[in-house]
């Protein structure tokens, strides 16, 4: 295929131009043939009336999904959460309604797609998870004008049963505590701080500020000021550099020793 004119762009079958519509920017569709696109976007340029597309009339799912994913998902979720995105659009979203023009996805086939999840077997969880992909495609093609107004109907999500939290009793704790380094201060430091593995991955010696602990590169992005006992602070003031010597990728693995050395087989890590 020849190079594209400036301005033009592909996304899944179809060629779009962005446009400039009330202040907000929005796509046209050109169509799937090339040379078509690149003669509607000639007149375009030269001011001719050129009556838009009606919107969605040539955006299947599967093209929207591709724009969403490498816009919007690109910019808005983090790296891991990027994949787990793209595979459940792969394995789920595609699969039933991927061959779908946009404009033609009802809230009953939306109904429909939930029923078919749960056909599946799969957690609550995870029905959520991908309804929630659903949701947020939906709205953002209404926001970016290539379609009207989301299908997506109320209550489409299935309501998920709230779990107690599973809390260690006072003897696994004594035990975890007293743990051989580095183990046991990993745990103390984990229990007494409650940040995420991650978190705890990537604290250092020098984020110790007077009796508080300082982190600063947190899931939500914002610093925040954990207190600290005077023990643990002392324990800490021992170390240089970084407080915890395991690997960010790897809390299944320390989750694992510190049950075959503890015997607390509901001890996790994540």
């Known amino acids: 295929m020849p190079k594209m004119p400036k301005g033009m762009f592909k996304r899944g079958s179809s060629f779009y131009v962005r446009r400039k519509v009330a202040g907000k920017d ?7 043939d090339f040379a078509v696109a690149c003669r509607a976007l000639l007149r375009l340029r030269i ?22 994913l490498e816009s919007y998902i690109a910019t808005a979720r983090a790296p891991k959460q990027q994949r787990l995105t793209a595979s459940r659009v792969r394995l789920y979203l595609l699969p039933a309604l991927g061959g779908r023009l946009l404009r033609d996805v009802t809230p009953d086939d939306l109904r429909k797609y939930r029923l ?6 799969l957690s609550p969880q995870t029905v959520s998870h991908v309804l929630s992909d659903a949701r947020c495609l939906f709205a953002w093609a209404e926001e970016s004008g290539i379609l009207s107004k989301s299908p ?21 704790v004594e035990v975890l505590v007293g743990l051989p380094e580095p183990f046991g201060f990993v745990v103390r430091l984990g229990l007494a701080t409650g940040l995420r593995w ?10 110790a500020e007077n009796g508080w602990l300082v982190v600063s590169q947190t899931k939500s992005g914002k610093v925040r000021r954990v207190p ?6 002392s324990e800490i003031s021992t170390h240089v550099g970084r407080l915890v010597p ?19 087989s509901g001890f996790t890590r994540t």
């Open 26 to 32: 929005r796509w046209m569709s050109l169509g799937p």
């Open 246 to 264: 395991f690997r960010e990728a790897d809390p299944g693995t320390f989750s694992w020793h510190v049950r075959r050395m503890s015997g607390s």
């Open 198 to 207: 991650a978190e705890l991955c990537r604290c250092q010696s020098r984020h």
């Open 228 to 233: 600290l006992g005077g023990e643990l602070a």
């Open 116 to 121: 078919g999840l749960e056909r599946l077997e």
């Open 47 to 68: 001011g001719e009336s050129v009556r838009p597309r009606q919107q969605g009339d040539e955006v299947r799912v599967s093209d929207a999904a591709t724009g969403w």
């Open 152 to 172: 997506v109907p109320r209550k489409l999500l299935p309501g998920l049963q709230e779990r107690v939290p599973d809390r260690l009793t006072d003897e696994e």
